[in-house]
């Protein structure tokens, strides 16, 4: 009978064990964006399960893969010399799986991904026009934001150019970001002062706040010479968020032109200081430059056109 004690523990193939598949793609992402939390993101898991598999990895190979400093981390030399060889290994594998994907499937489901508060409040509205204009291209919408990866089955991707993404993106400009205050109509006259034609925010208005925009109120501020003189509100995890909250009449809110027309045609919300625009802008991005006969080229025409 054969113990654990003298089984593979002492073989010497042991040293060539690979490490689990989790704790690489958590040490890839990471050693990538320097970043625990953008891995984690990235991977759609928590900043604690990414910092947990790449310490468990640093106990397995017995070296240091990360030099933590503050809320950054830098590779070791150790870590450059996995990073470099786990990096290759991905690569390798997927432009395999999109090689045998490619061959599998002669028409290919298109992926859009676009930031959730658009996709849900301008997107998502207007995609029937999409879909009768263009009935012979199937695309799947999904949300997501910040940075994008097409190595991960993304073909298509709609961002606000607030972060730097890789040089070798295409990025086809859709529209400029218009951004002001909106609240519910009947609000307007208890959170506003109009003097003429002259209207500005009174000392009892309730701004609301989002995590994803921290800077809203600011860049706002800055971008007209406007000086905020009212009170705070409540703080929401989510832009589109801070948005429904203003439709309930619980403040008024920093909303984008492109996700509150439809509220403002309806009535939802009102404008009374107008929009402008804030310096930013949405585009389109993708792996490279779109042909100009493409069906992906047929979707920035539209999205251009519905803008």
Known sequence: MFSDKDGEHDSPLDGARLPSLLALRCFEAAARLEHFSRAAD???????????AVRLLEDELGVALFERRARRVYLTGAGRTLAQAVSGGFNLMRNAVGELRASAR??????????????????????????SRHPGIDVHLVAGGGPVSFASGIDLAIRRDDFAWPASYHAAPLFAERVGPVCRPDKVATWCT??????????TAHLLHTRTRPDAWQDWAAATGRTLAAGTGPSFEHFYFSLQAAV????VAIGSWHMVRDDIDNGLLAAPLGFVEDGSHYCLLSPHALDAHSPQASLLEWLRHMA
């Open 248 to 251: 309930a009449g619980l403040g």
């Open 106 to 131: 002669q028409e290919r489901r298109w992926v859009l991904s676009c930031e959730p508060t658009l996709l849900m409040r301008w997107l998502i509205p207007r995609w029937p026009d999409f879909q």
């Open 42 to 52: 990235e991977l759609h898991l928590t900043h604690g399960a990414v910092s947990r």
């Open 194 to 203: 109009i003097k003429g034609k002259k209207v500005a925010l009174g000392p």
